[in-house]
């Protein structure tokens, strides 16, 4: 079983150090070249640069959610011995956020709509196409996959605390980024503020989840440590083991 843990261990390792790549490449972008607030200059951003364009319309955001999936799956698979309601809740409610916000992003029909502005296509028309599919990225597929994003870092957070696993910053951060995304990011300036500061718990628990589970998968390369007395549950079977191990007829057992 711990060959077949130790693939799901080091890609969901890997995956959470490139959702934290991807984080810190957008938090610069955005703090050099904000997302556009209209839609004719959203046209203009693709216009000048497709890359930018993608980029402020959450193209790396769509790549690093993808990149959940072998997280989530990895915290399961650890958890799943010791709390395997939780585990399950939390690799559901997770997945299905990844699959519901995959619809709702819209950088591939910002790019088509802003290539057919160049094209010679009225502008007109595409400023109104461009200004449905913004309210498309903020509608219900949006809204249920930030909240069961939420759900699903709390659920892990509650497992990780009962079982210990990682040690209580695991679990904190994890909560705490949980609790921070039930209020999804476009309900108003509180929505915005939420969103800004549950990325310092999550980034925090990413980076413990990288050397946490990098860990594990390095440990189901150990050999298993045989079992000894001091593993018994019982201490009266231990001392019955014992003593049988001790006994006169035990010891005048023939010898090979």
């Known amino acids: 079983m711990s060959e077949l843990r130790r693939p799901v261990y080091r890609g969901a390792s890997w995956s959470a150090f490139a959702v934290l790549v991807l984080i810190a490449i957008q938090l610069v972008v955005f703090a050099v070249w904000p997302p556009p607030g209209s839609a004719e200059a959203w046209l203009d951003v693709f216009a000048r640069s497709p890359l930018l364009g993608l980029i402020n319309a959450d193209a ?25 309601a939780l585990a399950l809740g939390g690799v559901t409610a997770g997945l299905v956020s990844v699959v519901t916000f995959v619809p709702s992003n819209v950088a591939a029909e910002l790019w088509d709509l802003a290539g057919r502005a160049s094209a010679g296509a009225e502008r007109e028309v595409v400023i109104g196409a461009v200004e449905a599919t913004l309210a498309r990225s903020s509608g219900s597929a949006f809204l249920v996959s930030y909240v069961l994003g939420g759900v699903a870092l709390l659920l892990f957070a509650l497992a990780l605390r009962r079982t210990g696993v990682w040690g209580p910053a695991a679990w904190r951060t994890c909560g705490v980024a949980g609790v921070l995304m039930l ?3 476009t309900v108003g300036v509180v929505g915005v503020v939420f969103s800004l500061v549950s990325l310092v718990p999550w980034v925090w628990f990413c980076v413990l989840a990288v ?46």
């Open 60 to 84: 790396l955001y769509l790549v690093s959610t993808v990149l959940l999936i072998p997280v989530y799956l990895g915290l399961a698979v650890r958890l799943a011995a010791e709390e395997p």
């Open 183 to 185: 209020v999804p990011s």
């Open 211 to 256: 050397r946490r589970l990098g860990d594990d998968a390095a440990a189901c390369l150990l050999p298993a440590r045989p079992v000894g007395l001091e593993d018994l549950e019982e201490p009266a079977e231990a001392g019955r083991l014992e003593g049988w191990a001790q006994s006169p007829s035990r010891s005048a057992m023939p010898r090979s």
